[in-house]
């Protein structure tokens, strides 16, 4: 079987990645070879592929479920808003530029080859390719230049699947109004709609189903019920930052910044119950934590100044004085130290005063380091000691440059690292090169994935425990990757119970040209 499905939504947040994720994982499971694919990603979750290229993780999580190593050409555009106006657009994993809304929206037909030639070298490649659109297909304002939902459709002569979130209430409005805002050649391409996050008896829907399916004159394939997987969500919809109360032994306070980028670096303590994680976005929630964690951040400078205004960083130095943890990650790790400056102008031209934690200075370039690497924490002191020694793995995504202080005091280097890929100095070295500082009970480094490795998140919460008197040794240590393969396996099971596979097959195997609809 060859051919391709596309996932568009009637809204943003309907479920389109985890579902296309689903179908990923079915597919390998059936003896397919299956890759993802989303035209144009709107994110600040990325990840540096292994030849140093940046894509989205939504797809990446959809490469996993397919079995697959994640290439950029999944994600061919990747847009990382720094504002409210604009975004850096990255090409083909490569960042081109920082625009505007309205400059973008101006050349993104200009992408399109861009477009055309990524999802070409998959095709050639894998039997199946699963889409996915972006938001909705009925957003008549974008229609006409649309590469993302019926435009990419029609340019790779993709099948459409609906889905709804019948969750947020309105759903049968919500596939009405769609189906009757598209044009009848759109239209035609839809084969079949999906109720999605439904909660209760379905033979309750089966009436609504029913004149559904006689108004649009396209078959209901499936109710996929709510539930609650450990999977990788866009970051603007995730339900993550709802977690407000501390539900384990230690309280770590994950900050919320405004521009949180890669919060999926705290998943893998998420996975384990001694830890309650939970979201942080002013002092009023901050309590008193046993661990602060710093995250990445799109916009470093605005969203310390930022916690400067609100009052959350003098929660955090506070913290730090009376000797709790606090771990900054990339842009989290910039925050940390005495200063921060933008000659170039990369986000705002000038120099800010840091959060004064770590004997470091950060200057901003224009050139994006984007490499993995791999390597061990060093001798470490202090509350994470039970790290010393620990493997690590992760890559780096940063526009700054960090340098120590000539006159540091009670420093000690975090970890040696070496680049397995890249754009930096260092490319495929070889060489080991320090990464991150620590000073007291403050840490901080640019490695995203930092705790994906089995000893990380192991270490993290042991030297917790043992920080507030309990004993660790009954901690089950949770293998991140084996976790999460045991998470899409669940994800296959709902999809094949709850879809009418055997037409999704049809459906593939006809390709947009079949009659696939109600007659």
Known sequence: MKGSIMIQGTMSNAGKSVLAGGLCRVLRQDGYSV?????QNMALNSFITKEGLE????????????????S??????????????????????????????????????????????????????????????????????????????????????????????????????????TVMLLEEKE?????????????????????????????????????????????????????????????????????????ISNFTDIAPLEAHEEAGVRY??????F??????????????????????QNGLEAKILRCASKGGLVFGICGGYQMLGQEISDPAGVEQKGTVRGMGLLPIRTVFDKEKTRTRVQGHFLSTEGILKELSGAELEGYEIHMGETFLLNHAKSLVEFADIT????????????????????????????????????GCAKGFLTSLLRQKGYDPSDMQVTDWKAYKEEQYDKLADIIRENLEMERIYQIIEKGNGASCGLQ
């Open 287 to 308: 309590g008193e934590p046993d661990a602060v964690i710093l995250p990445g951040s799109k916009n470093t400078i605005q969203d310390l100044l930022w916690m400067r």
């Open 280 to 285: 942080v976005s002013s002092p009023a929630e």
């Open 187 to 259: 239209r035609q391409r839809i084969k079949g709609m999906i109720i999605n996050k439904f909660r209760g008896d379905v033979s309750i829907l089966k009436p609504g189903l029913t004149m559904l399916e006689e108004r649009a004159k396209i078959p209901v394939l499936g109710v996929v019920p709510y539930f609650y997987l450990d999977i990788d969500e866009e970051d603007s919809l995730t339900e993550r930052f709802q977690k407000k109360e501390n539900a384990g032994l230690v309280d770590i306070a994950v900050i919320r910044l405004p521009r």
């Open 72 to 177: 950029a050409a999944m994600n061919p555009i990747l847009l990382k808003p720094t504002n409210d106006t604009g975004s850096q657009v990255i090409i083909n994993g490569k960042p081109v530029g920082t625009m505007s809304a309205v400059e973008y929206y101006r050349h993104k037909r200009d992408y399109i080859p861009y477009i055309m030639e990524a999802y070409g070298k998959l095709r050639q490649k894998y039997d199946v390719i699963v889409i996915e659109g972006a938001g909705s297909p009925a957003e008549i304002n974008l229609k006409q230049d649309d590469i993302v939902n019926m435009g990419l459709a029609e340019l790779v002569d993709a099948p459409v699947l609906l889905a709804g979130d019948i969750d947020r209430g309105g759903v049968f409005a919500q596939l009405i109004g």
């Open 35 to 39: 890759a993802p694919f989303k035209s």
């Open 55 to 70: 894509m989205g993780r939504a797809q990446v999580m959809q490469a996993e479920a397919a079995g697959i190593e994640p």
């Open 419 to 454: 680049e397995q890929s890249g754009n930096s100095a260092a490319d495929i070295s070889g060489n080991l090169r320090a990464d991150g500082v620590q000073c007291g009970n403050v840490y901080g480094c640019y490695v995203h994935g930092i705790f994906d490795a089995p």
